[in-house]
């Protein structure tokens, strides 16, 4: 059977491949871990792929900031339908439509039996943690393709209520596999509560999804930041106070907006490739945002920090960043017993409350982070647009499911 997928074609290309069919067996390719050839997933299921999004973080990899290496599958936002259960799958069934959260997790270690299933000790060989279709996280092939391979599938996958519910509402429920958990998580990792004056570095997905994440938890004013106005447009869309950082610090500006130059809350949703401020803007400075949100947080203030952050960076503007050392005014932090609360989301830990805010009508992830769909066959046009600023959410549709 066909299986075609976006590849990382090198920096600044993606190209559309035949991949292998998956089946219940890990088998030799590009950014597969030597020690992962061979392994059995008789506890996976293969997925009919839905709706696999294009990521923030599928983008450093194309823009050849990570040592991924060429054809590598892409893809870590899953959602899809089980079309084939491994031998030792006991819950899942065939016809399920079930989200895939990214990061793949045993169920059995230490840290998956402690919730904390964005650092499982089982599935990489290298360091704790693993998700589809990423530099260094095990090799385990990516989503965006007609078809997947699920491990552990049992305890990762989330399987929706009602088929045609889903589907009505895929274009919010897609989001479940990564950047509504992820932006949730740093909202609750900023400590955001009924009441609180949050502000969130970065109006892109994520930093959306932090934003819609943010008024769910009850904020009293929402402001985003970011240096392009398209996507400053989407956040006050549903709600949101905007600061156009191009202006310089945003100090200034949110002090204009609340009265007091500080918040209670802070979300970097930027991370390791992030721009100056004002003059800077246009020069990567990637502790900007850090040193910024300690700057803005209040003392004694939390500072969620979903943005990505990586030990390796190969086209960082220095030696010491280039191994993931940035000049942070830590000091600062501690000077202000700041909360900082970082690393991978664990998505189990989010994403069935989440999926039942959205299929009770009380958020519209998809509309807030302006979802669309595309064929999969227009993935390196969606890739390319999202590189230049678009303020859209791409969701590749495969098997053209999703309705327009």
């Known amino acids: 059977m066909s299986n075609r997928a976006v590849s990382y074609a090198g920096p600044g290309r993606v190209e559309v491949i035949d991949a292998p069919y998956p089946d219940f067996e890990l088998k030799d390719g590009p950014g597969v871990h030597p020690a992962n050839i061979g392994r059995q997933v008789h506890h996976g299921v293969i997925l009919k792929t839905i709706a696999t999004n294009i990521c923030g973080s599928d983008q450093h990899m194309v823009r050849g900031r990570t040592t991924a290496p060429e054809g590598l599958v892409l893809g870590h936002e899953i959602t899809g339908e089980v079309v084939e259960v491994g031998r030792d799958v006991e819950f899942v069934q065939v016809g399920d439509v079930v989200s895939v959260p990214f990061n793949i997790a045993c169920g059995r270690c230490r840290n998956c039996k402690e919730g904390q299933t964005g650092i499982c000790l089982s599935v990489n060989p290298d360091r704790p943690g693993s998700a589809y279709g990423y530099v260094d996280m095990g090799g385990w092939v990516g989503g965006q393709a007609e078809y997947v391979l699920v491990p552990y599938a049992d305890w990762n996958v989330l399987t929706f209520p009602d088929r045609d519910q889903a589907m009505e509402k895929i274009l919010d429920l897609t989001m479940l596999s990564d950047i509504f958990p992820t932006g949730f998580h740093g909202a609750v990792g900023a400590g955001v509560t009924v009441g609180s004056t949050v502000y969130v570095a970065g109006a892109g997905p994520v930093g959306l999804a932090a934003a819609t994440s943010a008024h769910l938890l009850g904020a009293a004013v929402v402001i985003v930041g970011d240096l392009n106005e398209d996507r400053l447009a ?171």
């Open 234 to 404: 989407q956040a006050r869309s549903f709600g949101c106070e905007t600061v156009d950082v191009s202006q310089g610090n945003p100090v200034e500006q949110i002090e204009q907006i609340l009265g007091v130059p500080e918040v209670d809350c802070g979300i970097d949703a930027v991370g390791f490739e992030a721009r100056g401020h004002g003059a800077g803007a246009a020069t990567e400075a990637p502790a900007t945002v850090l040193n910024s949100l300690m700057e803005i947080t209040r003392a004694g203030g939390s500072l969620g920090i979903p943005g990505l952050y990586v030990t390796g960076d190969p086209g960082a503007v220095d030696e010491a960043a280039k191994q993931g050392s940035l000049s942070m005014r830590f000091g600062l932090g501690f000077a202000k017993s700041h909360t900082f609360v970082t690393g991978q989301c664990p998505v189990m830990k989010y994403h069935r409350g989440l999926m039942h805010a959205i299929l009770a009508d009380k958020v519209t992830i998809g509309r807030n982070v302006n979802a669309t769909p595309i064929s999969l066959d227009d993935a390196p046009q969606g890739y390319a647009a999202f590189d230049e600023g678009a303020a859209q959410k791409f969701v590749l549709d495969p098997h053209g499911l999703i309705p327009r």
